[in-house]
């Protein structure tokens, strides 16, 4: 779990300075409090660790959580691959995908490009909605 606790400070580290809130403890201990095991993938490039993602059922409804990639991998279409994954799975199940991201991050343009919309926002959180399709096309 170490692995993916930093990756998590490394890659949100940017966004939640800008917004300042990034606190060295904070960002690893919120991620430890929230991570359940059993509702998360971890993403290999090359057999390499590149990353993690978590689509965690709740109701009706799953959130996705906790997507992180290597910054050595961003840019490459690796997020829209696995996000592409997950979607065809809730789209087969008729589920309802919510996730937040930090307002200003460059992952809402990601999201947005795969059916996500805005639900509704404040200062730091930006909430998005995805209802399941099933002639949707990426």
């Known amino acids: 779990m170490e692995p993916i606790v930093e990756l998590r400070a490394l890659v949100m580290r940017p966004d939640l300075e800008r917004l300042g809130r990034f606190d060295e403890h904070r960002v690893r201990q919120r991620f430890r409090d929230s991570f359940i095991p059993e509702h998360a993938s971890v993403i290999l490039v090359d057999g390499a660790f590149a990353g993690c993602v978590a689509l965690r059922p709740a109701e009706d409804e799953h959130w996705l959580e906790h997507f992180f990639i290597t910054p050595e991998v961003q840019g490459r279409g690796l997020g829209s691959a696995v996000l592409r994954t997950l979607l065809k799975q809730t789209d087969a199940d008729g589920a309802t995908v919510r996730l937040n991201v ?35 096309s990426f």
């Open 102 to 136: 930090l307002q200003g991050s460059a992952a809402r343009r990601l999201y947005e490009r795969h059916g996500f919309t805005l639900e509704r926002e404040d200062p730091v959180d930006v909430f998005m909605v995805r209802r399941p399709s099933r002639g949707r």
